[in-house]
């Protein structure tokens, strides 16, 4: 997947190789891992929500159901939420748990991009 969404694409097991692991290769992807039982990750959303908007081009946001696909958060090592993860080329490149600031996460989302598109 070589697009990017100004919103947070909803991602399962049969669909993290590819919008994850590939797009990774064109673009930061920040996952994050969230239950709808979790305060702190519904106090973190609307954060993710505008940075999708406003990175739309430049990264993709994806959510990660850790009770509906408890596979990945198993094999991310994911042991609270809300945790994000940010890929680039396939692999993981930072990890933040618990609730961040937006402009922490952009910061982080930002480092990850390649130099010659970093703004």
Request: glycine content about 6%.
């Amino acid at each position: 997947m070589n697009t990017t969404f100004p919103y947070p694409v909803s991602v399962s097991n049969n669909s993290f190789a590819t919008d994850v692991l590939a797009a990774s290769a064109h673009h930061p992807v920040l996952v994050d891992f969230w239950a709808s039982w979790c305060g702190p990750c519904k106090a973190i959303a609307p954060a993710l929500n505008e940075i999708a908007a406003e990175r739309g081009g430049q990264a993709i946001v994806a959510k990660v159901d850790v009770d509906a696909h408890p596979e990945l958060a198993s094999r991310y090592g994911i042991r609270s939420i809300p945790s994000l993860l940010i890929f680039r080329a396939g692999a993981v490149v930072d990890t933040m748990v618990g609730v961040h600031a937006k402009s922490e996460i952009l910061r982080r989302l930002d480092a990850a991009r390649p130099a010659a598109t970093a703004a």
